[in-house]
């Protein structure tokens, strides 16, 4: 009865008929308890839960592995971790549930760092895995574009003797995609024996982020030829492709005709509207647009509006758009950033400063800009202004002088203007030098051989004059520069940069 319950979802029920049983005093064994914890983890319900786990300790039997992994499930669901590591420690026995239930909870508090090395010691002692194991992990390595790790798990897919599953090439996939290795995100794709409709989503959005509109354009005629209906993902990766390429013209067709694909738009299709709008300079349709959304518009495409007011220099408009977005998310550091630096652009510096007392009153604080690499099996991390330790090495030293000197004869001036505080130009020049990404790029030219590509990844977008350094760095070095930011990738190579300075 209790099988019944669980597996038809009546969670409550199966807690109850647990219920009758110990009110009968028929003594629970294994099978009881882990019925019970899975009915606890379904209905979150952690009083019970509890309950149940002190009721195995006292039990007379031991606790078999179905108990303890349905523990350890419990916990991760009610989001106790630290129990979690407790049960795992003291675990007689562990076995392949046993540590995805443990890389899942850390993947889900976003402990990177945590899944990366609890899946190193899984391997290290010889537990091998399963699909489940590999799709969480490279779902990890996808968000910290961890690609030496994710290419170590393509690996192992190939060398082992069963066939992937769809999930877990889609998310090999998506691995690639999000390092910016599109390439061999189109042979995984062009390999795969059957796809979803996520394979070709996946696919669709990596030629986006990437910079490769032709690419996706031809990808949706294939994909429709071959019978495959969209949905809004993959409209999104359409129209969000037309927006960093400037594709205006194709970008309003395709948002005119999703309908025919059965596809309604929502806020996300609405807000690449406006930024494809925004973007070109069209900033009078493109807040038609926001006025006019049927639904109530959201934070991202007044944010959207926002950037391209920022990106045109339009202060009058930016004002009313930021006045919208504080009632919206009062609470949101990058509105606030991105109207004063609105103003620090037109040269307001009072206006910057009524912003930033006004963060400073609702205890509201600037994300710090951060980047990071992988090197190996490490991923080191940089927040601008900092790594004084690595900034003052004799090797950091060498390779920053260096490149200092080779950039300038190539004509390579720094623009002051992304700098945007009221300080004189020396402070300016110290402040650029020091933004993430170029200590990111310096770490990688000191640790890594000469020709291999330099990848980093940024928590914010990266400013006009990083961006331009980064060309000249490219051609300096000859090496490709990968770049992703908040808003897609930068591939740099030999002076030159995908995006084509439109992004």
């Not at 609702?362 to 991923?379: F, N, P, R, T, V």
Request: hydrophobic fraction near 40%.
């Amino acid at each position: 009865m209790t099988i019944g319950y669980s597996r038809n979802g009546f969670s409550h029920e199966a807690l109850l008929l647990y219920r009758d049983m110990l009110s009968r005093c028929v003594k629970p064994g294994n099978f009881a308890f882990s019925m019970a914890l899975k009915a606890c983890s379904d209905l979150g319900n952690a009083l019970v839960g509890r309950a149940i786990h002190a009721q195995i300790v006292k039990h007379d039997g031991e606790a078999d592995q179905v108990v303890n992994n349905a523990l350890l499930g419990f916990y991760v669901e009610i989001g106790c971790f630290d129990e979690v590591l407790k049960v795992f420690e003291v675990m007689p026995q562990r076995n392949v549930v046993s540590w995805n239930t443990l890389i899942a909870g850390f993947a889900g508090q976003g402990r990177v760092f945590e899944t990366l090395g609890a899946f190193r010691v899984m391997q290290g002692e010889g537990m091998g895995f399963s699909w489940i194991t590999l799709t969480t992990v490279l779902l990890v390595c996808a968000q910290v574009t961890a690609l030496h790790s994710g290419k170590e798990i393509h690996g192992q897919i190939v060398k082992s003797r069963k066939n992937a599953d769809v999930p877990l090439l889609n998310s090999l996939m998506d691995v690639y995609a999000k390092c910016g290795v599109i390439g061999y995100c189109e042979k995984v794709f062009d390999r795969m024996h059957s796809k979803d409709l996520t394979s070709w989503n996946t696919m669709l959005a990596g030629y986006s982020i990437n910079g490769q509109i032709n690419e996706v354009l031809a990808l949706f005629d294939e994909m429709i030829r071959s019978g495959i209906e969209p949905d809004g993902i993959t409209i999104v990766a359409l129209l969000s492709g037309c927006s960093h390429s400037g594709l205006t013209n194709e970008g309003q067709r395709l948002f005119n005709v999703m309908q025919d694909f059965g596809v309604q738009p929502s806020l996300e299709h609405y807000a690449c509207l406006v930024d494809i709008l925004g973007r070109s300079g069209k900033l009078d349709e493109a807040l038609t647009v926001a006025e006019n959304i049927p639904m109530r518009p959201s934070g991202s495409i007044w944010g959207s509006l926002l950037n391209s007011c920022w990106l045109h220099g339009n202060v009058l408009l930016a004002e009313t758009v930021a006045k919208r977005l504080f009632e919206i998310e009062p609470n949101n550091p990058g509105n606030y950033v991105m109207l004063s630096n609105i103003y620090a652009n037109a040269g307001m510096w009072e206006d910057v400063k009524r912003v930033r007392e006004m963060m400073a009153m609702k205890g509201i604080k600037k994300d710090a800009g951060c980047s990071w690499i992988q090197i190996k099996h490490k991923i080191y991390t940089f927040v601008a202004g900092g790594s004084t330790d690595l900034r003052c090495s004799a090797e950091y030293l060498k390779i920053w002088n260096e490149l200092s000197n080779a950039i300038k004869e190539l004509g390579y001036i720094p623009n002051m203007g992304v700098v945007l505080h009221d300080v004189n130009e020396e402070m300016k020049a110290i402040w650029v030098c020091r933004h993430s990404e170029r200590l990111a790029a310096a770490f990688a030219l000191i640790h890594t051989a000469a020709g291999m590509p330099i990848r980093i990844t940024k928590n914010l977008r990266v400013c006009v004059d990083c961006h331009s350094w980064m060309k000249v760095v490219s051609k300096v070095t000859k090496r490709l520069i990968v770049l992703r930011d908040t808003n897609r990738f930068h591939h740099l190579e030999n002076g030159n940069c995908s995006c084509k300075d439109y992004w």
